[in-house]
T-cell receptor, first 114, second 113 residues
Framework: DPKIIQKPKYLVAVTGSEKILICEQY?????MYWYRQSAKKPLEFMFS???????DNQTASSRFQPQSSKKNHLDLQITALKPDDSATYFC?????????????FGPGTRLLVL | QQQVRQSPQSLTVWEGETAILNCSYE??????FPWYHQFPGESPALLIA?????NKKEDGRFTIFFNKREKKFSLHIADSQPGDSATYFC????????????FGSGTQLTVMP
Protein backbone atom coordinates (compact mmCIF):
# COMPACT_ATOMS: atom_id res chain seq x y z
CA ASP A 1 0.00 0.00 0.00
CA PRO A 2 1.34 3.43 -0.87
CA LYS A 3 2.38 5.34 2.23
CA ILE A 4 2.29 8.78 0.62
CA ILE A 5 -0.63 9.50 -1.66
CA GLN A 6 -0.66 12.39 -4.09
CA LYS A 7 -3.66 13.29 -6.18
CA PRO A 8 -4.07 13.72 -9.03
CA LYS A 9 -1.20 11.95 -10.76
CA TYR A 10 -1.54 14.15 -13.84
CA LEU A 11 -3.13 17.57 -14.12
CA VAL A 12 -3.67 19.83 -17.13
CA ALA A 13 -4.73 23.39 -16.42
CA VAL A 14 -5.26 26.57 -18.38
CA THR A 15 -3.34 29.76 -17.67
CA GLY A 16 -5.03 31.83 -14.98
CA SER A 17 -6.91 28.97 -13.37
CA GLU A 18 -6.53 27.60 -9.84
CA LYS A 19 -5.73 24.05 -8.79
CA ILE A 20 -5.23 22.13 -5.57
CA LEU A 21 -2.70 19.33 -5.29
CA ILE A 22 -3.51 16.79 -2.61
CA CYS A 23 -1.02 15.01 -0.34
CA GLU A 24 -1.70 12.50 2.42
CA GLN A 25 0.90 10.46 4.28
CA TYR A 26 0.31 7.32 6.32
CA UNK A 27 3.79 6.99 7.80
CA UNK A 28 2.89 8.63 11.09
CA UNK A 29 5.27 11.47 10.31
CA UNK A 30 5.10 14.91 11.87
CA UNK A 31 6.89 16.92 9.19
CA MET A 32 5.76 17.39 5.60
CA TYR A 33 7.27 19.17 2.65
CA TRP A 34 6.62 20.26 -0.91
CA TYR A 35 9.30 20.14 -3.61
CA ARG A 36 9.08 21.03 -7.28
CA GLN A 37 10.97 19.40 -10.12
CA SER A 38 11.27 20.91 -13.57
CA ALA A 39 13.78 20.95 -16.39
CA LYS A 40 15.08 24.33 -15.17
CA LYS A 41 15.45 23.43 -11.49
CA PRO A 42 15.79 19.71 -10.87
CA LEU A 43 14.58 19.52 -7.25
CA GLU A 44 13.58 22.71 -5.53
CA PHE A 45 12.32 23.06 -1.96
CA MET A 46 9.05 24.98 -1.57
CA PHE A 47 7.58 24.57 1.93
CA SER A 48 8.07 22.67 5.15
CA UNK A 49 5.54 22.04 7.89
CA UNK A 50 6.00 20.53 11.33
CA UNK A 51 3.03 19.56 13.46
CA UNK A 52 0.84 21.47 11.02
CA UNK A 53 2.79 24.69 11.46
CA UNK A 54 4.69 26.36 8.65
CA UNK A 55 8.44 26.14 9.21
CA ASP A 56 9.70 27.65 6.00
CA ASN A 57 8.45 29.08 2.74
CA GLN A 58 10.97 29.35 -0.08
CA THR A 59 8.57 30.19 -2.86
CA ALA A 60 8.77 33.73 -4.13
CA SER A 61 5.12 33.93 -5.04
CA SER A 62 2.03 34.10 -2.83
CA ARG A 63 0.21 32.19 -5.57
CA PHE A 64 1.44 29.03 -3.86
CA GLN A 65 -0.36 28.35 -0.59
CA PRO A 66 0.01 25.16 1.46
CA GLN A 67 -3.00 23.98 3.42
CA SER A 68 -2.85 21.55 6.32
CA SER A 69 -6.26 20.40 7.53
CA LYS A 70 -4.88 17.38 9.41
CA LYS A 71 -1.45 16.35 10.66
CA ASN A 72 -1.03 13.87 7.83
CA HIS A 73 -2.35 16.18 5.09
CA LEU A 74 -0.52 18.95 3.28
CA ASP A 75 -2.25 20.21 0.17
CA LEU A 76 -0.89 22.82 -2.19
CA GLN A 77 -3.15 25.45 -3.69
CA ILE A 78 -1.84 27.24 -6.76
CA THR A 79 -3.72 30.26 -8.07
CA ALA A 80 -3.42 32.27 -11.27
CA LEU A 81 -1.51 29.44 -12.93
CA LYS A 82 1.22 30.26 -15.44
CA PRO A 83 2.92 28.04 -18.01
CA ASP A 84 6.13 28.39 -15.96
CA ASP A 85 4.39 26.53 -13.13
CA SER A 86 4.48 23.38 -15.26
CA ALA A 87 6.48 20.86 -13.25
CA THR A 88 6.21 17.74 -11.15
CA TYR A 89 5.27 18.57 -7.59
CA PHE A 90 6.47 16.15 -4.93
CA CYS A 91 5.15 15.94 -1.43
CA UNK A 92 7.54 14.45 1.13
CA UNK A 93 7.43 13.63 4.81
CA UNK A 94 9.81 12.81 7.65
CA UNK A 95 9.61 11.80 11.28
CA UNK A 96 10.00 15.40 12.36
CA UNK A 97 12.64 15.11 15.05
CA UNK A 98 15.57 16.61 13.16
CA UNK A 99 16.89 17.54 9.74
CA UNK A 100 18.63 14.16 9.63
CA UNK A 101 15.40 12.19 9.45
CA UNK A 102 14.94 10.54 6.10
CA UNK A 103 12.57 12.42 3.84
CA UNK A 104 10.30 10.09 1.90
CA PHE A 105 8.87 11.36 -1.36
CA GLY A 106 5.42 10.72 -2.75
CA PRO A 107 4.83 9.69 -6.37
CA GLY A 108 4.31 13.29 -7.51
CA THR A 109 1.70 15.27 -9.41
CA ARG A 110 2.67 16.24 -12.95
CA LEU A 111 1.19 19.63 -13.73
CA LEU A 112 1.01 21.04 -17.23
CA VAL A 113 -0.23 24.60 -17.65
CA LEU A 114 -1.33 25.55 -21.16
CA GLN B 1 25.61 30.51 0.18
CA GLN B 2 23.01 27.77 0.34
CA GLN B 3 24.05 25.95 -2.79
CA VAL B 4 25.13 22.45 -3.61
CA ARG B 5 27.12 21.93 -6.79
CA GLN B 6 27.14 18.57 -8.51
CA SER B 7 29.20 17.10 -11.32
CA PRO B 8 29.29 15.63 -13.84
CA GLN B 9 25.92 16.32 -15.38
CA SER B 10 26.02 12.93 -17.07
CA LEU B 11 28.25 9.90 -16.70
CA THR B 12 28.52 6.69 -18.67
CA VAL B 13 30.44 3.69 -17.32
CA TRP B 14 30.72 0.05 -18.29
CA GLU B 15 29.22 -2.68 -16.19
CA GLY B 16 31.64 -3.61 -13.40
CA GLU B 17 33.38 -0.22 -13.29
CA THR B 18 33.24 2.25 -10.41
CA ALA B 19 31.12 5.34 -11.02
CA ILE B 20 32.18 8.48 -9.15
CA LEU B 21 29.78 11.36 -8.62
CA ASN B 22 30.91 14.60 -7.02
CA CYS B 23 29.36 17.38 -4.96
CA SER B 24 30.56 20.47 -3.13
CA TYR B 25 28.98 23.02 -0.83
CA GLU B 26 29.80 26.32 0.85
CA UNK B 27 27.52 26.62 3.84
CA UNK B 28 29.34 25.45 6.97
CA UNK B 29 26.08 24.93 8.83
CA UNK B 30 25.21 21.90 6.69
CA UNK B 31 25.45 18.77 8.81
CA UNK B 32 23.62 16.11 6.84
CA PHE B 33 24.44 14.94 3.32
CA PRO B 34 22.15 12.41 1.66
CA TRP B 35 22.24 10.96 -1.81
CA TYR B 36 18.98 10.24 -3.56
CA HIS B 37 18.43 8.32 -6.76
CA GLN B 38 15.54 8.70 -9.15
CA PHE B 39 14.49 6.30 -11.88
CA PRO B 40 12.52 7.64 -14.88
CA GLY B 41 8.92 8.33 -13.97
CA GLU B 42 9.50 7.68 -10.29
CA SER B 43 10.08 9.82 -7.23
CA PRO B 44 13.47 10.41 -5.56
CA ALA B 45 14.42 7.81 -2.97
CA LEU B 46 17.15 7.92 -0.34
CA LEU B 47 20.17 5.82 -1.25
CA ILE B 48 22.70 6.59 1.47
CA ALA B 49 23.56 9.51 3.76
CA UNK B 50 26.48 10.76 5.84
CA UNK B 51 27.01 13.08 8.79
CA UNK B 52 30.25 15.14 9.06
CA UNK B 53 31.44 13.20 12.12
CA UNK B 54 32.48 10.54 9.60
CA ASN B 55 34.55 10.86 6.45
CA LYS B 56 33.27 7.64 4.92
CA LYS B 57 29.99 5.76 4.86
CA GLU B 58 29.50 2.41 3.13
CA ASP B 59 26.39 0.49 2.25
CA GLY B 60 27.07 -2.45 0.00
CA ARG B 61 28.38 -1.19 -3.32
CA PHE B 62 27.69 2.44 -2.41
CA THR B 63 30.23 4.57 -0.54
CA ILE B 64 30.20 8.24 0.38
CA PHE B 65 33.55 9.95 0.88
CA PHE B 66 33.36 13.21 2.80
CA ASN B 67 36.00 15.94 3.04
CA LYS B 68 34.93 18.54 5.58
CA ARG B 69 37.95 20.78 5.08
CA GLU B 70 37.38 21.09 1.35
CA LYS B 71 33.57 20.95 1.68
CA LYS B 72 33.31 18.16 -0.83
CA PHE B 73 31.63 14.78 -0.85
CA SER B 74 31.34 12.07 -3.44
CA LEU B 75 29.39 8.92 -4.14
CA HIS B 76 31.26 5.89 -5.40
CA ILE B 77 29.26 3.08 -6.94
CA ALA B 78 31.43 -0.02 -7.15
CA ASP B 79 30.81 -2.84 -9.62
CA SER B 80 28.22 -0.75 -11.44
CA GLN B 81 25.24 -2.62 -12.83
CA PRO B 82 22.84 -1.64 -15.64
CA GLY B 83 20.11 -1.49 -13.01
CA ASP B 84 22.03 1.38 -11.37
CA SER B 85 21.23 3.59 -14.38
CA ALA B 86 19.29 6.52 -12.93
CA THR B 87 19.67 10.16 -11.98
CA TYR B 88 21.54 10.70 -8.73
CA PHE B 89 21.09 13.81 -6.60
CA CYS B 90 23.31 14.88 -3.76
CA UNK B 91 21.76 17.09 -1.12
CA UNK B 92 22.57 18.95 2.07
CA UNK B 93 20.63 20.06 5.09
CA UNK B 94 21.27 22.20 8.16
CA UNK B 95 20.16 21.45 11.70
CA UNK B 96 18.67 24.88 12.23
CA UNK B 97 15.79 26.14 10.20
CA UNK B 98 13.30 24.31 8.08
CA UNK B 99 15.09 20.99 7.47
CA UNK B 100 14.85 21.65 3.77
CA UNK B 101 16.99 19.51 1.53
CA UNK B 102 19.05 21.57 -0.88
CA PHE B 103 19.67 19.42 -3.91
CA GLY B 104 22.43 19.43 -6.47
CA SER B 105 21.52 19.55 -10.13
CA GLY B 106 21.78 15.80 -10.60
CA THR B 107 23.99 13.33 -12.44
CA GLN B 108 22.42 11.10 -15.04
CA LEU B 109 24.27 7.79 -14.77
CA THR B 110 24.17 5.23 -17.54
CA VAL B 111 25.75 1.83 -17.01
CA MET B 112 26.44 0.01 -20.25
CA PRO B 113 26.25 -3.80 -20.24
Amino acid sequence: DPKIIQKPKYLVAVTGSEKILICEQYLGHNAMYWYRQSAKKPLEFMFSYSYQKLMDNQTASSRFQPQSSKKNHLDLQITALKPDDSATYFCASSQGTSNQDTQYFGPGTRLLVL
Amino acid sequence: QQQVRQSPQSLTVWEGETAILNCSYEDSTFDYFPWYHQFPGESPALLIAIRPVSNKKEDGRFTIFFNKREKKFSLHIADSQPGDSATYFCAASAASGSWQLIFGSGTQLTVMP
